[in-house]
């Protein structure tokens, strides 16, 4: 596509519920990111796909939290169990491989943990 | 490790006014730098962009350039406009191809 696709645009969930959050980046785009924004705050590092290679999963604060990208593409972060605290917004963003021309984000997902 | 650190917010200008935002990194090797805007309610723009030493990355008015001596990229704009409010966030690029991030530094501008 033309950009980075997040869905939904915003997910409001009750404490406890799994959630999924989807990307879609950029068609070709061989690294891929997961950031957590929460509100005011700079970007959180949550993991990081690269091609191939077994992601960067430094970033994921707790168990709670997976991501997988299926067939290089299409990226899910699953948060199971959620906590309030877990309320942000997800930005994904995506890159050729070299990175040096920059990232495109997508605009997010608004996530709100009641 | 590598890191970015920038000026802390917010910062509060005048229209017209001269904006410098500072943006110092740690890395090793030979990043490439990034500035990033995100206007309200949007996400992450990439602003402009240097890849090596001396390079001056420019967009929109906005000038940054890439200083290893003193590693650098503070971000500067000769007179501001009351659109140009957002937070800026500076970047590197390592060479392991992983980006680092600064905390944002919120822009307002009063007409």
């Known amino acids: 596509g033309a950009g980075v696709s997040q869905s939904p645009s915003n997910k409001v969930t009750e404490k406890g519920k799994d959630v999924e959050l989807r990307c879609d980046p950029i068609s070709g785009h061989t690294a891929l990111y997961w950031y957590r924004q929460s509100l005011g705050q700079g970007l959180e590092f949550l993991i990081y796909f690269q091609g191939n290679s077994a992601p960067d999963k430094s970033g994921l604060p707790s168990d709670r939290f997976s991501a997988e990208r299926t067939g290089g593409s299409v990226s899910t972060l699953t948060i199971q169990r959620t906590q309030q605290e877990d309320s942000a917004v997800y930005l994904c963003a995506s890159t050729t491989s070299g990175g040096y021309l920059g990232y495109t984000f997508g605009s997010g997902t608004r996530l709100t943990v009641v | 490790g590598d890191s970015v650190t920038q000026m802390e917010g917010p910062v509060t200008l005048s229209e017209e006014a001269f904006l410098t935002i500072n943006c110092t990194y740690t890395a090793t090797g030979y990043p490439s730098l990034f500035w990033y805007v995100q206007y309200p309610g949007e996400g992450l723009q990439l602003l402009l962009k240097?890849?090596?030493?001396?390079d001056k990355g420019s967009n929109k008015g906005f000038e940054a350039t890439y200083r290893k001596e003193t590693t650098s990229f503070h971000l500067e704009k000769g007179s501001v406009q009351v659109s140009d409010s957002a937070v800026y966030f500076c970047a590197l690029l390592n060479n392991f191809n992983k980006f680092y991030f600064g905390s944002g530094t919120k822009l307002n501008v009063k007409p």
């Open positions: 240097a890849t090596k030493a001396d």
